[in-house]
């Protein structure tokens, strides 16, 4: 059962996700520009955890790792996207790490934009291009709504921006990836967060609100991993 089920909704978040993302054309030598904003977010309010859940519901929810009722009762007040924004991320393709602060006082900063744009470049394609900012928060609001709860862990970082020619030589090795995918486009990742359940990051990342949503289940010491993206809102598995 996930965080939709239990009722944790979220209104659209507001911030570096107003900005119109620029055209995933770039390639590897010019340099994305970070976009400009001094609109400061609004507060996004997730609704309480239902308290009637069944006696059989909620020993299915134990049964998760993490539960998702970890998630309880808890307004994101003003204060929350207010502060600073610090993105940690890992490229296991590439061996990467970064820790970055891309979002201070209403402004992108450009270098740290820049750098996560290389960070979720096409790394088989070697081309990067510009990440829509609305991606960079809701990638953001995860990370920092699940570490007010212990859960302090670097996204990894499986798939970001695609070239065309990457994506469709994914198709062809049948990996699940759409003809018209937002990866092309830099409005999509593929993303994990070692120790966390895929069903509980998936249904956290869907109450967002901020776009579609693919849960992939796998097995194995690993799991599976969650795709988000900034286009129309939409759940499927994969």
Same mark, same amino acid.
């Given at each position: ?7 944790? *909704? ?95 006082? +209403? ?92 069903? *509980? ?29 900034? +286009? ?7």
């Amino acid at each position: 059962m996930g965080l939709a089920a239990l009722g944790l *909704v979220a209104t659209p978040l507001i911030g570096c996700a107003s900005r119109t993302a620029a055209p995933a054309s770039a390639s590897a030598s010019a340099k994305p520009r970070a976009p400009r904003t001094g609109v400061p977010p609004q507060p996004t309010q997730l609704a309480s955890v239902d308290r009637s859940i069944t006696s059989q519901s909620r020993q299915a929810i134990t049964e998760l790792e993490p539960p998702p009722d970890i998630f309880d009762a808890q307004a994101l007040d003003l204060e929350f996207w207010l502060k600073p924004r610090t993105l940690e991320v890992v490229r296991p393709a590439s061996n990467e790490k970064a820790k970055l602060l891309y979002w201070k006082d +209403g402004e992108v900063i450009d270098s740290a934009y820049q750098e996560l744009c290389h960070l979720l470049r096409d790394v088989n394609g070697k081309k990067t291009a510009p990440i829509d900012p609305k991606l960079l928060e809701t990638l953001w609001g995860t990370q920092a709504f699940v570490a007010r709860y212990g859960i302090e862990q670097p996204l990894e970082i499986l798939s970001g921006y695609r070239t065309a020619e990457s994506n469709g030589k994914l198709r062809e090795a049948g990996v699940p990836a759409a003809r018209q995918s937002l990866h092309i486009s830099g409005r999509a990742a593929d993303i994990r967060v070692a120790n966390l359940n895929a069903e *509980v990051l998936g249904s956290l990342v869907r109450s967002f609100k901020q776009g579609g949503v693919g849960f992939y289940y796998r097995s194995g010491p690993r799991g599976g991993w969650i795709h988000a993206d900034t +286009g129309l809102q939409r759940v499927w598995k994969g």
